[in-house]
Each structure stands twice: as structure tokens, then as C-alpha cells.
């Protein structure tokens, strides 16, 4: 864990208590204020919130170390891979709680279940082609909203918006084997691969640092097309937001951005990620507030 910034890491067990007392806050001043007035001030608050000033990450890659490539997995399952989007504790969660499960023992299972149709022979290989082809198999009560459990909701992680590398992917595996003490079966990646990829990391905070440019690299930033078709009306884990600005006013999709506990679509679990408001810059949600909007 030596290489990592353990900060990051350790945010992550602090954040629930944290997101609780700001939503007391801002329910508090909500009261007194109203919605209006919240908003402005949750608006003018995000720059100091996720400042401009990221932190400096580094992997030493001479001295890759498996517990460094372990934590390396951690970091993406929570931040750049945005695996804890759907994987949660229940009820949050919108997929198994692969966190809380040992998924070794969980594999052995999954490829003596008879629906099992899948190539891999192994807890990696499960694993490995549960991200990259994740309908091979789906999880029994998993599958999307009609399929009888045939087509998995998750999105190929080797695809945009996710898009991790075959090295990424593999510290993934080495992290949901290490965490429940099973031995580690995939190897170290090289240095040059190391390398290759440590330089197209950014500074800080996996894929959640630099400011997005546009609305639709804001979109892939925040991985919001995992859960939404964005040019149509097609239900993947949240509605299709294809026309959502028929449907909502600007300050009708600010708030199901910054505040999705306000309104939960009916017929949808509230599966929305409650720390989008701490995460985004002033300038990405206008951004992505505008580009809907206009989606008529
Ligand atoms: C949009 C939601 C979503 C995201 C994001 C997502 N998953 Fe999944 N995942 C699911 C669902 C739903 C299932 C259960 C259905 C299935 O079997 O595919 C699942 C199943 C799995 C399984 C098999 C679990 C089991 O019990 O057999 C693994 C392993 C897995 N995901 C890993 C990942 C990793 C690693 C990431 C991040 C790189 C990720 N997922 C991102 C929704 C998601
Ligand atoms: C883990 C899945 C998930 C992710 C990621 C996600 N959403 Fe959602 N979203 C949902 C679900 C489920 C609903 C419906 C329930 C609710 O209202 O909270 C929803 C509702 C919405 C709505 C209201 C739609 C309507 O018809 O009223 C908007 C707008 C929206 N999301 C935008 C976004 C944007 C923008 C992002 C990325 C910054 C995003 N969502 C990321 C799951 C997700």
C-alpha cells in the first residue's frame, strides 16, 4: 500500500459519515433557505470542494511490488474503474456485493452452476470475463429489467466510457483475490507496461481529476452511460435520457445531478451516486446541465 497515496484509499471509509453530515446540512438550510438557494450555494461551494489542486500520485515502478499492483486494483475498483457505482453493500447497491463476497469461493460456484455456459476455468478467469463479457453469465436475479436473466446491465469495462487497460484489469483480479487473503494468480505486469501505463494515469484521483473539457467528456468522467442511454429512451439501469429535456427543466436535472434523494423516478430503484455534487466542478455540471437540457 506503500506507493499509493493511502489517502485516497482511506477517504473512501470516511466518506459515508461525511456524505451524512452534509446531508444534514443542507437539509437544515434547505428548510430555512429553500431548494433555490441550496443549489446556488452547493454550486459556488464545488470548486473548494474538489479543488484544482489534485494530489500527486505515484507508482515506483522499478520496486512494483504485488501489494503496491493489489492497492493499485483497490483504487480503480473505487475510483477510475467505477465498479462501486452498482457494487455496494445492499440496499444500495444495483450488483452483487463483490467487495463483501470472497469472490474465489464465489467463482468455484459460479462455474458449477448449470447455467454456466462461460470458457473460464478458474476464479481469474471468471472474474476476467465477468468484466469483459459480462452476459456470458449473469448472476440469477442480476439480469436487466425483462431479459429472464440473459443480458447483464454492466457495461464491458474494457469499452468506453470505462475503458480500463489489460494491466488495469489484472490489478483488479489481483485485488478481489489478495482482499480475502486467497493467493494472487496474476502476475505482475512488466516495468515497460507499468510504465505505459503510470503515464497516462492522471495526477490524482484516478479518472475523477483533471476538469472535463466538454459535456460529453464530462458524461464519460462520471461514467453516466453506464447507467443511461444517452440518445434514447432505452432503460439500462436508469432511464434513457434521450429527450430528458421534454421531460425536465435545467433545474430539474441540476437537481437529480447534485441532489438525486430529491426525486426518484418512479418505477427506479434511487440508485443514483449521491456524491456527484462533491465530486463535480462548477464548470462540469453546467456543462452537462446545458448538453440535457437541450436533448428535446
Ligand atoms: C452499471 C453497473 C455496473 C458497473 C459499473 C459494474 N458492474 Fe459488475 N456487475 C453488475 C451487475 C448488475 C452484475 C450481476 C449480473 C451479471 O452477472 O453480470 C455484475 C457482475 C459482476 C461480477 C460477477 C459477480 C458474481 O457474483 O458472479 C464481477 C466479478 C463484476 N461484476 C466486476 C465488476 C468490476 C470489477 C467493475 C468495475 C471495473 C464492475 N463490475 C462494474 C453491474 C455493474
Ligand atoms: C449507478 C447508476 C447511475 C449512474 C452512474 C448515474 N445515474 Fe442518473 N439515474 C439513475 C437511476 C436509477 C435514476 C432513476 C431514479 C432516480 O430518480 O434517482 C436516475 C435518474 C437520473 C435523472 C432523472 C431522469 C428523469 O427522467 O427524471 C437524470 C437527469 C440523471 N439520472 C442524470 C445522470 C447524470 C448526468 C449522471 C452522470 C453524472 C448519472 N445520472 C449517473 C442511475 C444512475
Given amino acids: 500500500m506503500t506507493n499509493l497515496s493511502g489517502k485516497d484509499l482511506d477517504t473512501h471509509g470516511a466518506s459515508t459519515g461525511e456524505r451524512a453530515r452534509s446531508n444534514i446540512f443542507i437539509k437544515i438550510i434547505g428548510f430555512s433557505l429553500g431548494l433555490t438557494l441550496v443549489f446556488t450555494l452547493v454550486t459556488q461551494l464545488l470548486p473548494q470542494v474538489e479543488g484544482e489542486a489534485p494530489v500527486e500520485r505515484r507508482v515506483d515502478l522499478d520496486s ?3 501489494d503496491a499492483f493489489v492497492a493499485m486494483g483497490e483504487d480503480l475498483f473505487m475510483n477510475k474503474g467505477t465498479c462501486t457505482l452498482c457494487h455496494k ?52 436475479g442480476w439480469g436487466k429489467k425483462g431479459s429472464n436473466d440473459t443480458v447483464s446491465p454492466m457495461p464491458a469495462i474494457d469499452k468506453p466510457p470505462i475503458q480500463l487497460s489489460a494491466m488495469e484489469i489484472d490489478a483488479i483480479i489481483a485485488y478481489l483475490q489478495a482482499k480475502d487473503g486467497n493467493e494472487v494468480t496474476v502476475s505482475l505486469p512488466s516495468p515497460e507496461a507499468a510504465a505505459e501505463v503510470a503515464a497516462a494515469m492522471p495526477a490524482a484521483g484516478g479518472v475523477l481529476s483533471a476538469s472535463a473539457a466538454t459535456a460529453e467528456e464530462t458524461l464519460g468522467k462520471y461514467a453516466c452511460s453506464s447507467c443511461h442511454a444517452m440518445d434514447s429512451a432505452d432503460v439500462l439501469v436508469g432511464p434513457g435520457l434521450g429527450a430528458v429535456g421534454a421531460r425536465l427543466s435545467e433545474a430539474e436535472i441540476r437537481q437529480s445531478i447534485v441532489d438525486p434523494s430529491a426525486v426518484i423516478v418512479e418505477g427506479f430503484p434511487p440508485a443514483m451516486p449521491l456524491d456527484f455534487a462533491e465530486k463535480m466542478t462548477v464548470k462540469e455540471l453546467r456543462m452537462i446541465v446545458t448538453f440535457l437540457a437541450e436533448k428535446k
Avoid: C, N, W
Avoid at 463476497?101 to 481469474?124: C, F, H, I, N
Fill in 89 to 140: 453493500p445492499p440496499p444500495l447497491g444495483r450488483a452483487p456485493d463483490i467487495q463483501g463476497m470472497d469472490m474465489v469461493s464465489t467463482s468455484a460456484k459460479r462455474l458449477a452452476d448449470p447455467r454456466y455456459q462461460g470458457e473460464a476455468k478458474d476464479a481469474a478467469g471468471y472474474i476476467h470475463e465477468s468484466m469483459l463479457d459480462p452476459s456470458r453469465f449473469v448472476v440469477a
Fill in 64 to 66: 512494483l511490488t504485488m
